[in-house]
């Protein structure tokens, strides 16, 4: 077993918990005096603001609207005390890989499918056409899928560039626009539990 393994359970169940929370559609609040691409930490959401007075060709969407309202991220850790792991605990590994499977079969939301939007988030990137990136995963919080495991499924988004995108690096963030399908993908980075064709990608900028 991998030394620390509860740890990184604990900090997976706490960065899900934030971006898949009741306040996860209000969005981290730019810090004092944030530039327009603030050093981002492990965890850290980007807001979403719609301060638009009709309503756009592709709404801007938050995170948990991709969740079932019935599905709760946590429900896996009911009946285990993660205080009370060590990490040398066998538990800590078995709950490891419970917690996996069932984020990596995280259900979708129905009223989902085929709904245009726009949504924040940063670049975990898959494909490349020269250097140009052709295809991507979306994800709600910084470092997901690099630097700290995969979100559940529902809140990864497979994305294609129409055309390839360039100057997007890995943790990036960005804006997306397009069409949203429930079609499940599965990468070495994470699986996805959405899909989308990109109609429009532009950098997010805090505060805009």
Known sequence: MRHHDCLFLKLCLLLTLAACGPNASSGDAPPPGASASPAYKVGDRLPVKDDTPSAPAYPETTWDELIPPDWDPAEIFASLNLDALQ????????????????????????????KPIRIPGFVVPLETEGSALREFLLVPYFGGCIHVPPPPAN????????PPIKDTQAMDAIWVSGTLTITRSNSQMGNAGYRMTTQKVEPYQWGE
């Open 87 to 114: 990490d040398a605990d066998p538990r800590a590994e078995a709950a490891l890989k419970k917690m996996r499977e069932s984020w990596d079969n995280a259900p979708t939301n129905p009223g989902m499918q085929g």
């Open 155 to 162: 809140q990864i988004i497979h994305v294609f560039a129409q």
